[in-house]
């Protein structure tokens, strides 16, 4: 499998566990092992807000691309970020910058 992906300035967040062909994307599972060979399901056919584009099978590797939020100021790595090649099965290291650290009250006594 190759996942690119394209990061969009967004405050929800996205899981994505591998199982084989399977990918289940928050929750939600979705099956491309019965895509042939050489065939393409077009942008937009699979419902599903988080892949952007079509999802590709091409020598046997299923190719697509899948949405990858981000806080109003990513990292070069986030904004930018490089394919996953043949990713192993389980939870997927997509890209994402660390929460922010809640600021700490300050109390001042008058």
């Given at each position: 499998?190759?996942?690119?992906?394209?990061?969009?300035?967004?405050?929800?967040?996205?899981?994505v566990?591998?199982?084989?062909?399977?990918?289940?994307?928050?929750?939600?599972?979705?099956?491309?092992?019965?895509?042939?060979?050489?065939?393409?399901?077009?942008?937009?056919?699979?419902?599903?807000?988080?892949?952007?584009g079509?999802?590709?099978?091409?020598?046997?590797?299923?190719?697509?691309?899948?949405?990858?939020?981000?806080?109003?100021?990513?990292?070069?790595?986030?904004?930018?970020?490089?394919?996953?090649?043949?990713?192993?099965?389980?939870?997927?290291?997509?890209?994402?910058?660390?929460?922010?650290?809640?600021?700490?009250?300050?109390?001042?006594?008058?």
């Amino acid at each position: 499998m190759r996942i690119s992906f394209s990061p969009q300035r967004r405050d929800d967040g996205l899981t994505v566990i591998k199982s084989g062909d399977i990918l289940t994307i928050n929750g939600e599972a979705f099956d491309f092992s019965e895509l042939p060979d050489g065939a393409t399901i077009p942008t937009g056919e699979v419902p599903c807000e988080w892949i952007a584009g079509p999802v590709e099978r091409i020598d046997g590797v299923i190719h697509l691309t899948l949405v990858t939020p981000h806080g109003p100021d990513p990292s070069q790595a986030v904004a930018f970020p490089g394919p996953l090649m043949d990713p192993p099965d389980g939870i997927l290291d997509t890209p994402r910058d660390p929460e922010p650290a809640e600021e700490e009250a300050i109390n001042v006594e008058a």
